[in-house]
C-alpha cells in the first residue's frame, strides 16, 4: 500500500521503505523558531510523533510529573516508529527532515503531528491564531545514495547556506541541525547514524565532504529541484 498526497501541484507516493527529503516552511515566511526553547520544543515533538500511535498527546506528556514521564518515554520508546530520521535542520522559518517511511501513511501522520502540535505550543505562547503552517508540505523520494549524501550535505548546510551562521567552524556546534550528532557531539535518540555514515570511513571524511561544498551551495542553482525552496 502507499499513501498519495497532493504537493506542489503534483502527486507524490509515499511509499514505505522508501527515503524522502521532507520540507515545510511557515505561512508568508514568518519566523517561527524565535528562541532556543522553541528549537528545542520542535525537536521534543519531532521524538515524542517519531511513534506509532502514542497513547496521549505530547502536550499532556510535558506536564507530568518527572517519574511518570520516564515511565511514558520509556515504554514509548520500546513502540513501533512510523519513521527513521537520518538528518534535519530547523531554519528559522522552515525545516528540513531527511526520513524513510516505515510504516504506510508513517510520513503523513508523523509531519501532521509535529506540525499541529508545534503549531498550537506556538500560537497560544504568541497569543496569535490560524495556520501556522504552509497547507502541505513538500516531499522528494530519494532514488540513489549519491542523491542521499548530497540532500544530507545540503539538510546540514543550511544554515551556512542562509547565512544563519557566518563561519563553517560554527556549524559542528550549532545545535539545530544534525551535523553536531554526526560530529560525536551530541546523541539524539531519534536520529539514526549509521545510514549515512555507511558511506565515510571517518567523520573526519563525513566533514571534510560537508565543508568543502559551503561556498558552492551557497551560490547553488543547479538542484533546485532537491532544495525545495
Known amino acids: 500500500m502507499l499513501t498519495i498526497e497532493l504537493m506542489s501541484r503534483r502527486f507524490v ?3 514505505s ?3 524522502y527529503h521532507l520540507f515545510n516552511r511557515s505561512v508568508a515566511k514568518q519566523p517561527i523558531f524565535t528562541s ?4 528545542q520544543r520542535f525537536l521534543d515533538v519531532v521524538d ?24 511514558f518515554i520509556k515504554s514509548l520508546y520500546n513502540g513501533e516508529n512510523l519513521i527513521e530520521i537520518y538528518s534535519f535542520s530547523l531554519m528559522p522559518n522552515h525545516f528540513h527532515i531527511l526520513a524513510k517511511q516505515l510504516h504506510d501513511e508513517g510520513i503523513k501522520l508523523f509531519m501532521s503531528q509535529i506540525q499541529n502540535s508545534y503549531a498550537k505550543y506556538f500560537n497560544v505562547k504568541k497569543k496569535r491564531s490560524g495556520a501556522l503552517f504552509q497547507e502541505m508540505f513538500k ?3 530519494i532514488e540513489s545514495d549519491e ?7 545540503y539538510i546540514h548546510l543550511n544554515p ?18 544534525s551535523f553536531i550528532d554526526y560530529m560525536g557531539k551530541r546523541t539524539l535518540p531519534f536520529l539514526n547514524r549509521s545510514m549515512l555514515m555507511s558511506h565515510y570511513p571517518t567523520t573526519k571524511k ?9 561556498d558552492h551551495q551557497r551560490k547553488l542553482k543547479e538542484i533546485k529541484h532537491l532544495m525545495l525552496e
Open 13 to 15: 507516493p509515499l511509499i
Open 17 to 19: 521503505g522508501q527515503t
Open 36 to 39: 532556543s526553547k522553541e528549537f
Open 48 to 71: 515524542f510523533y517519531r511513534f506509532k500511535k502514542p497513547a496521549i498527546r505530547f502536550s499532556y506528556y510535558n506536564r507530568l510529573q518527572i517519574d511518570e514521564r520516564l515511565r
Open 139 to 141: 516531499a522528494v523520494r
Open 147 to 153: 542523491q542521499f549524501v548530497h540532500v544530507a550535505r
Open 160 to 177: 551556512l547556506t542562509s547565512y544563519v551562521l557566518r563561519e563553517p567552524s560554527e556549524l559542528e556546534n550549532y545545535p539545530w541541525t
Open 206 to 214: 563525513l566533514k571534510k565532504f560537508t565543508m568543502d561544498q559551503v
